[in-house]
Every structure is written in C-alpha cells, then in structure tokens.
C-alpha cells in the first residue's frame, strides 16, 4: 500500500510540475516577443482567475522578494510571502526553516512550505529568465495523502478478494484482476494528462488573444501615422493646386484660340480632381462620410477609363465596359466611386503587364433587384489563396518593395462600405482576377439601349 500511494503521489506532483513548466515557458516566451510585463501579467491574472477553482492544487507567480503577482484569490495580489520552506528531505537546515528569499537564492527548486514547524505543501519552482519572476506549483499535501489514503482503501478492496479468487480459481483470475488494475492506472494517467492539456489550451487562448490586441494596437498606430502624413500633405499641395486652377481659368478666359481653351480647361479640371483627391485621403484618415449626388454609373466608368488609358497603353492591355441592362443612377459620391474603379483597374493592368498573348480588362455594370453591381474582372494570373485572406488590410500589398503602399484595396473597401454597399474578391473559373461592388439603388435608373 505504501507503494501505491508513493507511485500516486509521484504521478499527481509530476503532473502539477509539468503544468507549471509549460505555463512558465509560455510565460517566458511572450516576455521575450517584446510584450510589456504589465500586460503580460494582467492577461495571466485574467486567465488564473477564470481557472476553475482547486484549493489543493494552484499555481500562482512571485517576484524575487515574495511579492504575489498572479494568483487564483485576487485578494492576495501585493502580498508578501511570508512562509518558511524546508528542503525536499524533510530535514530543515542547521538554523531552521529558510524564508523564501533564502529558498530562491540557494537555488532550490522543489522544497515544503512550513507551517508551525510541520510542512503542508510539496512547492515546484520555475524561474523566469528574463525577469526576477517566479512561477510556483502548490500541492496541498493533506490532499494529497488523502487521495493517496483513498486509493489505497480502494485497492485494498480488490486485493482482498483477488486472494480469495486467486486461492481458488488459480492463476487466470488473477492476471484478469490484474489487468483490471493495469487499466485503472492507464485511465489515471489519462485524466491527468487531460488536465494538464486543459490548462495549457486555457493559456495558449489567452496568448492568442494578447497577440491579436497587439497587431489590432499596430495598425492603429500605422493609421494614426497615415493621418498626420496626410493632414501635412494635403496642406503642401492644396496651395499650389489652387494657383495652377485660378491660373488655368484665367488663360480659359483670355485664350483666343479653342485648342488652347480647351487645354486650360482640362488643366483646371484635373487641378481640381487632384484637390478632391487629396480631400479624399484626408477622408480616409478622419473617415469622413461621402458627399452623396445622383452618379450615373456609365458615366463614371467611361470616365474612370478615360483615365486609366495611360496605364492602358503602358501595359499594353485592352480595357473595355458593358451596360447589360441600360445605365444605373445611385446616389453616391463621384469622386469617391471613381477612385475606387480606378485602383481596381490599375491593378488589373499591372497585373497584366508580365503576361504573354492579349491583355483585357473588363467593367460590367448590371442591376440585381435593388442593387447595383459593378464587376471588374481580367483575364490575367488571379491571386493565391494566400493572399486573399487579408486581401483589404491596410497595408498589405502583393507589388514588389517600393511598387504600392498597400492602401488602395484597403480604401475601396472604406469608400464602398461608406456607401452602404459591400465589395469581394472572386474567383473566375477561365483564370483571372474578379472584383465585385454591391452598391444600393437610391432612385429609379435611367434605362438607355444596351451596348
């Protein structure tokens, strides 16, 4: 019986001291990624208060002097640990029992605590590299020798008439029993292991979600960065943006001859698309809702052409519209869904460049009930899956370094959202890239004869 409860208590210490072993190396890792400790121990804290509670068996973090940081019992946060501890032997030193401090400095990594004399807990210590923090498994050795007791009375009741059985059904009844036994065992182990895993699935959640917090706070900062770089922008260029329109309008109106009224005219009008682009960024760092009119959406598309053709002729590739079902009227900001088709398009053209045989990019407007739908599509390499899952971050961008800011998706999706409406990626089964835009039908459209 002695045996058994060794053998038990044995498997209960090693299965408490594997748990606080993965806890602390998961611990350790996370102070290395450069987190904060105050975050770190905040979210632990979090997590061991959330454990089920089991005041036999606990697991809880010290400083170097004894000061609680993480426990189960929130109540005893920033206090001091003011037990004594013995060695594993059971023999207390020449002087007496060690204070913790003295435990942790001779290097001691199992020991008792000491409670008027007499030791009351088996304690496992892991210490943390990086910082003076100490991870400590509690296991209440009262409990322990109970369980121990119990399973003793247990096996006691089987050996008694295992005897019985083996005396008279000889050597086959009691390889049976003892199979019996041997699974018992198994099945202890098992729960234990089970635990343990349990535990460790709890604190792998909780660092997940501390590194989820910690690129959602990044991308905040690049934002934050993103809107200051715009305001500063904005402010250099709108000045002469507006010389070169008030200039432009002057030569319109004192330019005799129409080849040239017609150039100050367009020079006027692209100074004030690049003012209301460069509104449009600021829009996007303070996301600014649109200034909504009635749009027609062939109008916007031709236009949107018209003014890709230069990335057109560059990469050679053939861009063309289709109009189903007659024009579509919504009520949407021009400037803002021109932008978005202009993105869209440019990047099917420079997807298009490395490509051999004939390079087409095509705009379909239709109407779907009470939506409007614009489909971009090309029949260039497509995207990977890869790719596709954070195909709308800001900041993420498939060109090669110094080729995209990784922004254009990114405002599309905030453009057509701000609409009301929804974009995706999708898949085309001949090959090629797919962009479709849901935008709502504020109004009745114009129908006119199809393309």
């Given at each position: ?116 004399g007499e030791p ?166 303070r996301n600014d ?26 990469y050679q590739v ?134």
């Amino acid at each position: 019986m002695k045996a058994v409860e060794r053998s038990h208590a044995r498997l209960e210490f090693q299965s408490n001291a594997e748990y606080g072993r993965r806890f602390a190396a998961l611990l350790e890792s996370e102070l290395v990624s450069g987190k904060a400790e105050a975050e770190v121990l905040t979210a632990l804290q979090t997590t061991l208060a959330a454990s089920p509670g089991d005041s036999s068996r606990y697991l809880c973090v010290l400083s170097r002097e004894g000061e609680v940081l993480c426990h189960p019992k929130s109540g005893a946060l920033g206090q001091m640990m003011t037990a004594n501890f013995m060695s594993v032997g059971g023999a207390p030193s020449e002087v007496g029992p060690l204070s913790y401090r003295e435990w942790v400095d001779q290097g001691q990594l199992e020991g008792f605590m000491v409670n008027n004399g007499e030791p009351v807990e088996l304690i496992r210590r892991f210490p943390i590299s990086s910082t003076g923090w100490q991870v400590l498994v509690h296991t209440s050795l009262k409990s322990l020798m109970r369980e121990s007791r119990e399973l003793s009375f247990t096996i006691l009741s089987v050996m008694v008439p295992t005897g019985l059985f083996f005396i008279l059904m000889g050597t086959l009844v009691v390889r049976w029993i003892g199979r019996n036994y041997e699974l018992e065992i198994e099945e202890a182990n098992q729960r234990l292991e089970e635990r343990v895993n349990a535990r460790t699935a709890e604190l792998q959640h909780t660092v997940d979600e501390l590194r989820k917090t910690r690129r959602a706070l990044d991308l905040s900062e690049k934002m934050a960065l993103l809107g200051q770089l715009v305001a500063g922008i904005a402010h250099e260029i709108n000045n002469p943006l507006n010389v070169i329109g008030i200039q432009a309008s002057n030569l319109r109106e004192i330019a005799e001859d129409p080849d040239e009224q017609r150039a100050a005219e367009a020079i006027q009008r692209n100074a004030n698309r690049c003012g209301q682009l460069v509104r449009n960024l600021l829009s996007f760092a303070r996301n600014d809702p649109p200034r909504r009119q009635p749009t027609s959406l062939r109008e916007l598309v031709e236009t949107a052409l018209a003014l890709a053709t230069g990335e057109a002729q560059r990469y050679q590739v053939v861009m063309d519209s289709s109009f189903p079902g007659g024009d579509v009227i919504v009520s949407a900001d021009h400037i803002q869904l021109e932008q978005v088709l202009l993105n869209l398009v440019g990047n099917a053209a420079q997807a298009l460049g490395g490509q051999d045989g004939q390079r087409k990019v095509t705009v379909t407007v239709t109407r779907e009930g009470e939506d409007a739908m614009i489909v971009v599509e090309d029949n260039g390499p497509g995207l990977a899956p890869v790719i596709r899952e954070h195909l709308f971050e800001p900041f993420q961008t498939t060109k090669d370094e110094g080729q995209g800011t990784g922004l254009g998706l990114s405002l599309c999706r905030r453009f057509v959202e701000g609409h009301g409406g929804r974009i995706e990626y999708r898949d085309r089964p001949e090959g090629g890239a797919c962009f479709a835009i849901r935008l709502p039908i504020a109004m009745q459209s114009a129908t006119s004869a199809s393309l």
